[in-house]
């Protein structure tokens, strides 16, 4: 009269091992569900009825108790229905004990009998504590990445007690397992002239240093940008797999082949709000936009459009690569190592930007940029003017430099970060940059030079060196950082916010 | 001045009539029409006399318009909680001196306009009553650097002739019109006039070119003192620097804008405009080359404004700064790069498209001309400089 069936649920980004309990016994007929389940997974009685009825299967009027232990960790969504239909039918004795040992079930059911699929079935499945799982036929490559457990997938409840009793083989899913994803990334040859913003994408890719762009409407911002993505090296294992966690717990499709190689690229719309990009939300927690970029590129259009407290909530996750949203109902860590790139104009009237070169009044412009913090903008370790290329450079017919060979330099660059211990040139700290970046004398005076005149920050200085030593790892040198380097990381540098004309001291 | 020390006993004579112009000034809804119409009228007693009573001559009224038994209402309420005494004692622990029309301390080159102002408020020397040979420097507040220098020089140059200059105290070109008559030092005194009362600094970020300003020369309003920057001012403020000017020199102007307004100020007063021609694809140039194409005449050196005024014959043309010449101490590269800048401002990627350097080439000659003074950067945006010393 008693069953114990293994099961998991979600939380954040990785999976917590549930037991679901279930008791029969008599009294009057009744059926109650504890240890903190919300309403979708509450509501869960009324799908396990029906698709027990549905399939044939016997119902018993008893009194019902099902526990989800353990019982202080909310239960959400209906991955629970599946182990619950299978609980009941062991507690009265439809389904021998022996036969789901070692087996722990994840699905939702239809009222018809059928299994569906369920979100984050790959951190569910990592999460079980059992040999083997059954899951949904649409789960089945998710489920099947973990790989260290034997994994059936099921259409509906029937096949599912005829398996178990041994009547039946298990049943083989009708969605194979494809080879590679085949996504490809727009090529950086389509993108003629342009020199410097190519350039600052190379840098970026290389060094991971966030990214922004400052130009007027249709310079081909977001042209460039979308091309980094193709940039950035694929991701490895362990990387794919986190990426692959947290696209599943979002409950978005992962690519054929499961894993998750080639390096996400997330735009959210600028009217997004601040959970929708750091994660979070009410009821279930969902990864943001900047956890969904996570190992690749998190784009942000119109940077001046978004809401400056949704901005600002950017400033942690990109200092600390992880996200802690908290709520009442419990708190939930994401990852979220993004490499941020961003475009804007340099005034709402979409002109140039240049001195005298537009139409608004500086007071329009000034409230326009502002929207825009100085402590983010100083995340942003390049940033530069996109300027529309002249006609000429557009039809001259001579393709830019393609994707495929400037990735071969990054590729080549980043094995020189990878030897100093870090992922990135962005990853050093001002301590292991006083090592691995050393400063020629006049360099050093030069930078003195651009920290007594307040161009630059404390900070702005190490992320100056930090920018010098990745174009020196792209041009192969070694050695000290001289003038050149230094002065280069500063052209790369610009202040697009500073009030333009003479003033007097 | 002869201003002396107000007394706390009832006031007299010039004093008295000081303190009722200025407490009039200060009324609420109160132009330079309504002003005049009263002072016309009753002058200053009788004017405050009719104020605190609420008893308008019809002439005023006429003049304020249909609104006249609501303005009158306010300014009865107004008159009832200040004195004209108080008034004079703050202006008085300000600094600030007071002038009518036609008296002493006011500008004679404003005392037969069309619209002149029937008060004057000052801080400084009294500069402007002296009738000196005097230029405007007006433009655009979103100048470039191109702008910046030359009012610089402009302002500079007539300073050490000896020429009043005068200007808005704005951002931009206004900016570093008195920037260069300060850098002249020992030259005339630099002449501002703003459109906020003389304890309000607009804007801000001019603050302490203001204090310069009023140390070393004179700072006009027809505005009295706690009065913010209003749409509707500016371009009365700019009448009044067109009317002190003997001839108007625009450096960089848009299409539109306030320069323009003085500039259409300036022709009805049959005052001389000399324009300074811009590149013809700068925005900030548009509405300069404009008029100039309008008729004005170009103003390409501190010279022509000088010939302007009749004070140097039109024989010798002295260049405007050595743009030509090359620069000194620049090494074959570098001087390639300022070519390719050429005088417009140019963001790094077109310069890199220009030159066909790599972004590290690039980026050390620069750097290299930054530190050398040869051009500047604002925004990315990189310009060359003529090496005036613009601030």
Known sequence: ?505 | MSDSPVSDGPIEGDVAERAFLAALAGLPAMGPARLRALLDLLGPAGSWKAVSSGRLPREVQAVIGPRAASVATSWVEVARTCTPEAVLAELHSAGVTVARRGEHGYPPALVDDPDPPEVLFSVGRPVVSENGPTVAIVGTRRCTRYGTEVAVEFGRGLSEAGVVVVSGLASGIDTAGHAGVLAAGGGSPPVAVVATGLDIVYPVQNRTLWRRIADAGQIISEFPLGVGPARWRFPARNRIIAALADVLVVVESHLEGGSMHTVTAALERDRPVLVVPGPIRSPASEGANRLLSDGAAPACSVDDILCALNLVCPEPVSPVADHGAPPVVVDPADLGVLEALGWEPTTLDGLATRTRLSPVQLGSVVGRLQRAGLISEERGFLQRCSGSGAP
């Open chain 1, 1 to 505: 009269m008693l069953a114990s069936i293994n099961s998991a649920t979600l939380l954040g980004v990785g999976g917590h091992p549930v037991r679901v309990e279930v008791h029969v016994a008599n009294g009057l007929p009744a059926f109650g569900v504890v240890g903190l389940p919300d309403a979708s997974c509450r509501e869960a009685r009324d799908r396990v009825r029906a698709a027990l009825v549905s399939s044939g299967l016997t119902w018993p009027s008893q009194r019902i108790t099902v526990n989800l232990a353990p019982t202080g960790v909310p239960k959400a969504g209906a991955v629970l229905d599946l182990a619950m239909a299978v609980g009941l039918l062991v507690a009265c004795g439809e389904l021998e004990p022996e036969s789901v040992d070692g087996l722990a079930f994840l699905g939702e059911l239809g009222l018809d009998g059928s299994i569906r699929s369920v979100a984050g079935a790959l951190p569910l499945v990592d999460a079980v504590e059992a040999d083997g799982v059954v899951v949904a036929h649409e789960n089945l490559l998710e489920a099947s990445l973990v790989g260290e457990r034997r994994v059936h997938s099921v259409g509906d409840l029937r096949s599912l007690v005829r398996a178990l009793r041994g009547d039946d083989e298990w049943p083989t899913s009708p969605h194979p397992a494809e080879a590679d994803e085949v996504i490809q990334h727009p090529d950086l040859s389509d993108v003629r002239g342009q020199p410097i913003p190519r350039f600052a994408l190379e840098v970026a890719a290389t060094g991971g240093h966030h990214l922004l762009m400052i130009g007027p409407p249709g310079a081909g911002k977001s042209m460039l940008a979308r091309r980094l993505p193709g940039l950035l090296p694929r991701l490895d294992g362990s990387d794919a797999l986190q990426v692959a966690r947290i696209r599943s717990a979002a409950g978005e499709d992962l690519p054929p082949g499961g894993l998750v190689r080639r390096p996400p690229w997330r735009a959210p719309h600028h009217g997004a709000s601040a959970a929708a990009l750091v994660g979070g939300g009410s009821g279930t927690m969902r990864p943001g936009e900047i956890s969904l970029a996570h190992g690749g590129v998190l784009f942000l259009d119109e940077l001046g459009e978004f809401a400056p407290k949704v901005l600002n909530t950017l400033r942690q996750p990109l200092e600390e690569g992880t996200v802690r949203v908290s709520r009442v109902t419990g708190s939930t860590e994401y990852p979220a190592r993004v490499l941020m790139v961003a475009a804007m104009n340099p005034c709402p009237c979409g002109g140039s930007g240049a001195p005298g070169g537009c139409r608004c009044p500086e007071s329009v412009r000034a409230r326009y940029v502002r929207r825009v913090s100085g402590p983010l903008l100083d995340r942003f370790d390049l940033r530069v003017d996109v300027r529309r290329p002249d006609p000429g450079e557009l039809l001259d017919g001579n393709p830019g430099e393609s994707t495929e060979r400037v990735l071969d330099r990054v590729t080549t660059a980043r094995q020189r970060a990878v030897d100093r211990g870090v992922r990135a040139n962005s990853d050093l700290s001002p301590s292991d940059l006083d090592a691995e970046a050393v400063l020629e004398p006049a360099a050093v005076s030069l930078l003195e030079g651009a920290l007594h005149a307040g161009r630059l920050s404390a900070r702005g200085l190490h992320r100056v060196r930090a920018v010098a030593l990745t174009i020196s790892d792209l041009r192969g040198d070694e050695g000290r950082l001289g003038v050149d380097l230094i002065d280069t990381a500063l052209s790369l540098r610009i202040d697009p916010f500073s009030p333009v004309g003479p003033s007097v001291r």
